[in-house]
């Protein structure tokens, strides 16, 4: 049982380039989240999703796309990376009800 | 709206001597709490989570969080620290009452057990 499994793990674009992340989760989970992590600034949630065909933005996020077209697996897009897009990203996944969140080991995103 | 604290960025802890990092929360209704820890490098993992009932909840490894309504604080606790418990913790709230099921997470507090 894998988890919740992001791809991939490690990237370095150079400004304007893009590129997709990619979340997949084993467990059947309704609801998906994308957040980015920066020292001292916590966890910023950037879309979410509760179910296959839905989506939703968060506290960030602009400058980022997202799509759902399966149950399993959660796409987070940059159109056109930006040197502030630098960051660590994470995937998490939530069953219904009053589960916790199950998180991805993170993708490290370098944009120069 | 739904709101957290955590008020130390960060706490440092003799090995074997107890431990407490402190988090505070603000909700309109009845709070879902949740304490996460984060290992260098890696993602965050569930330790424990105050739904109803007892206010002293235990989680893994050794570590148990009190929830107190009167001074909206879930702080979590280790009655004798271990240098592998050097990691960030963050604290995580859910307004449950307000229909909620999108936690708002703390900014974390780095925890350093010196041996």
């Known amino acids: 049982n894998a988890g919740v499994t992001q791809t991939p793990k490690f990237r370095v674009l150079k400004t304007g380039q893009s590129m997709t992340l990619l979340c997949a989760q084993d467990m059947n989970h309704e609801y998906m989240y994308w957040y980015r992590q920066d020292p001292g600034m916590g966890l910023r949630l950037i879309h979410y999703?509760?179910?296959?065909?839905?989506?939703a933005k968060g506290e960030v996020p602009d400058g980022y796309n997202v799509s759902r077209l399966k149950k399993q697996n959660f796409l987070l897009g940059l159109e056109s990376a930006a040197p502030s897009q630098t960051s660590v990203y994470f995937c998490a996944s939530q069953g219904s009800g009053l589960r916790e969140l199950f998180f991805g080991e993170g993708s490290r995103l370098t944009v120069l | 709206a739904q709101s957290v604290a955590q008020p130390e960025d960060q706490v440092n802890v003799a090995e074997g001597n107890p431990l407490t990092v402190k988090c505070t929360y603000s909700?309109?209704?009845?709070?879902?709490l949740f304490w996460y820890v984060q290992y260098p490098n890696r993602g965050l993992q569930f330790l424990l989570k105050y739904i109803t009932g007892d206010n002293l909840v235990k989680g893994s490894y050794g570590f148990e969080a009190e929830f107190n309504k009167s001074q909206t604080s879930f702080h979590l606790k280790k009655p004798s620290a271990l240098v592998s418990d050097s990691a960030l913790y963050f604290c995580a709230v859910r307004d449950v009452s307000g229909g909620s099921y999108i936690p708002t997470f703390g900014r974390g507090t780095s925890l350093i057990v010196h041996p």
């Open positions: 999703s509760v179910g296959e065909g839905t989506t």
């Open positions: 909700v309109s209704g009845n709070p879902y």
